[in-house]
């Protein structure tokens, strides 16, 4: 069973930075490519990045190419998603999650963390 655990959500002005931590747990974290997503109010959960299993490709939504930056520690076993030049429509719950490498599909999810930018 593999665990994730989001962090570093928070409250943050327009234009401002934010890092998102996921921490994976339970299972060789090599063998998982992971993604963050994001849930803004009445709509659907989004792809809004993901990273292979060992980091050498990474995929972003548009909307946040160039202000987002996925990356991946395997000494710590974590996943980052570094956030600068905020907009009011990033504001979401942010959702991090795996798949294992003969896997389709993302089955394992984290809490989610709440991200809210102000103006």
């Known amino acids: 069973q593999v665990q994730l655990v989001e962090s570093g959500g928070g409250l943050v002005q327009v234009g401002g930075s934010l890092r998102l931590s996921c921490v994976v747990s339970g299972r060789t974290f090599s063998n998982y490519h992971v993604a963050w997503f994001r849930q803004a109010p009445g709509k659907d959960r989004v792809l809004v990045s993901s990273?292979?299993?060992?980091?050498?490709?990474?995929y972003y939504v548009d909307s946040v190419k160039g202000r987002f930056t996925i990356s991946r520690d395997k000494t710590k076993n974590t996943v980052y998603l570094q956030m600068n030049s905020v907009k009011l429509e990033d504001t979401a719950v942010y959702y991090c999650?795996?798949?294992?490498?003969?896997?389709?599909?993302?089955?394992?999810w984290g809490q989610g963390t709440q991200v809210t930018v102000s103006s």
């Open positions: 990273i292979n299993r060992s980091g050498s490709t990474t």
């Open positions: 999650a795996a798949r294992a490498i003969a896997s389709g599909e993302y089955g394992y």
